[in-house]
């Protein structure tokens, strides 16, 4: 892997090139006015050159498996972007690269983010107020073993809340995002769907930190109060890399990206059950992007979700000669001969 790694450092198309510059500038720091021309392809042939080096001398066995684990990453991608383009293009128009990859994934968890967030905000009809745990880590080690004291704190924040609010006969609503900082600092946000008082705000924060105790060390942990009226979740992905994590949002992209992809089977984000599920919504969306209707009508994911609960008669999909509301084909899911909007 690593003589592969190597070869495409020097001699892959210019795009990998570009990713590859982005994860390594982060990891070995270069004069900011010799950033300026990075896509130039010369520039980059030199500055690829200079980290190759820097990657031959590396002797920090932790910064080592972090670039090689975010560099592996890339290489896979840009392995299925190959394969697609050379097997499934001649079917397709276009022709997939490593930065649309890197887009839909985003894309996708903003959308699924997006939705959750305003389900749940729904499910609080008389209260003015939800609660947003964060934990941060003040002490940094490689990617992998962040992304695994990430993930225990989850745990352990999301257990702790959810045996609280047991004892109150409170079904637990919960949406856990993680997020990186400026300074690529991984930390943690869980939104709990609750009004709660002050009081036991304080008394769970106390009760969580006193837990992680037993995780790490050096820790920050902070239930906050955020006003119902914001419909607009603090932790979108996109409101994460283009406002919090600053320089350039096409480096911050990749990163973002590689940071989902660390967290493999934990999985990146974690919610209480939906019972219509992001997916099942998805499957939808995309038949109506063959059947055309986005270009009559937009439709959001909470505006979907929304028609469904309701029993709405507005659209309607033909299956096996006969229309059915969206509420009947989210039952069962199947093929779909048109769909007409009343």
Known sequence: MRDYLYYL????????KKAA????KKHYKIKRSLTQNYLNENYLSQKIDFFIQRLNKETKINKLKTIYSELETLISVFNNVNFYNTKIKPLKKEKLTIFNVINYTIADYHKKITYTHQYFLNKQKNDKEYIMATFFLKSLSHLKINVEKLTKARTIIIETIREFLKYRDIKMRYLAIPELSKSNHPHLHIFIYHQISKEDTQILEQRIAKKLKHLTKEYDIKLSSIKIDNKDNYSNPLNNIIHK??????SNKI?????IKAFAKKRFITNSKIENSFYKLKKMMKIFNQTKVFEKIKVSYHKL?????DKSEY???EVKDKFVTLHQFILNIQSVKSVKIN
Do not use: C
């Open 305 to 309: 979700n929304q028609w469904i609960e």
């Open 315 to 317: 659209i309607k999909l």
């Open 9 to 16: 450092l020097k001699y892959g198309n210019l795009e990998f």
């Open 245 to 250: 994590m600053g320089q350039n949002i096409q």
């Open 21 to 24: 510059f982005f994860i390594l």
């Open 255 to 259: 990163n973002y990206f590689l940071f």
